[in-house]
């Protein structure tokens, strides 16, 4: 794999369908057997091609990493939606297909998306992970975050902890 055929850039509408299937696939790597059923298969269909056409075409915070025309995983990125922690920007997702887990594109990805927000005034940010989930766990503290909070989230009927990782400034 050369560096020369990887490119990480802002999301089109012409991307929905593809990211749509990325959020799909990992979804269910991540937490099929986690996540009640019903709820995981809810959380997956009101994510579509059409709600990702959508949010595309409104906003320019979905960054996809792309080898030979295939998006191999996106983040999606903003203002901290957390004020009461003293963090100006957030990673909201960060994806990647199974296919191109492992091989050091995620890190890739999430450091263009941590220069992203930077440029945008963020200077400091965190990335929320499930606590059950230790593979997300692993990689963020593996890319030098900390964990600065706590929280519950209802999947269902069902509460799950997550956990915050912050970064400060770099």
Known sequence: MTQDLICIRHASENDAPQISEIHET????AYQGMLPHLALEK??????????QSQLQRSRSTLVLEMHGEIGGY???GRNRV????????????YMKPTYQGLGL???LFNAARR???????SNMIVWAL???????RF???LGGRPVAEQNEKFGSELFRKIAFGWAVT
């Open 116 to 122: 992203t927000l930077e440029s945008r005034d963020a």
């Open 83 to 94: 004020t009461k922690l003293p963090y100006h920007g957030e990673i909201y997702e960060l």
């Open 131 to 137: 606590k059950d989930n230790s593979a997300a766990c």
């Open 75 to 77: 983040a999606t990125i």
């Open 43 to 52: 959380s997956i269909a009101r994510r579509g091609p059409g709600w990702w």
């Open 26 to 29: 990992s979804w269910r790597l």
């Open 140 to 142: 963020y503290e593996g």
């Open 106 to 108: 995620g890190s890739r």
